[in-house]
């Protein structure tokens, strides 16, 4: 709450992108621990399985966590109202769409760009794509000092309240 959605998206996707960059080497880490418990704990036990799947976790949940919080930072930036049900429809194509995206990108990660790419070079691939959109949001966001943001550019329901770009999905 009090958040520019826009802004807040924008940190997302920067920091999406940052933790991309970083994870050749959070995977490098990651392995030589495993490893590493390998030679400490009996292979095949509980315990190994239980030390493998913490390090997997910290190797994918930051990342999964900020990807979890664009989708309702997006959803921030539909008005609350508008007439005919048309910001319930906004928010369902929003939905739709980001759901398609997160589809086609794990598809095209999974079955193209690693296979002719590599696997770090996929991962810069996709560092690039949320720093280009965290740069063009940046750079777009009604909330960088501007003071008369242009006609039907921004929407700001009430004095105070949070600017937020206008969602037409029609």
Do not use: C, K
């Not at 960059?21 to 009996?42: I, T």
């Not at 990342?63 to 979890?68: D, H």
Request: hydrophobic content about 55%; proline content about 6%.
């Amino acid at each position: 709450r009090g958040v520019n959605p826009v802004v807040l998206y924008t940190a997302l996707e920067a920091g999406i992108a940052l933790l991309a960059l970083l994870f050749p080497f959070q995977l490098s880490l990651v392995s030589s621990l495993s490893a590493g418990s390998g030679d400490l704990l009996e292979r095949g036990s509980v315990a190994l399985g239980l030390v493998r799947f913490l390090l997997a976790g910290i190797a994918v949940v930051p990342a999964t966590f900020l990807m979890g919080g664009t989708l309702p930072a997006m959803l921030d930036v539909v008005p609350a109202r508008q007439q005919g049900g048309g910001s319930v429809r906004a928010a369902s194509l929003l939905y739709a769409f980001n759901t398609a995206g997160a589809v086609l990108g794990a598809a095209l990660a999974g079955f193209v760009l690693i296979e002719r790419l590599g696997t770090y070079e996929t991962t810069w691939v996709a560092a690039a794509g949320n720093a280009g959109v965290a740069v063009v949001l940046f750079l777009l966001a009604p909330t960088r000092g501007r003071t008369a943001p242009a006609h039907g550019s921004v929407e700001d329901p009430e004095p105070g309240g949070t600017a937020r770009l206008p969602v037409h999905l029609a």
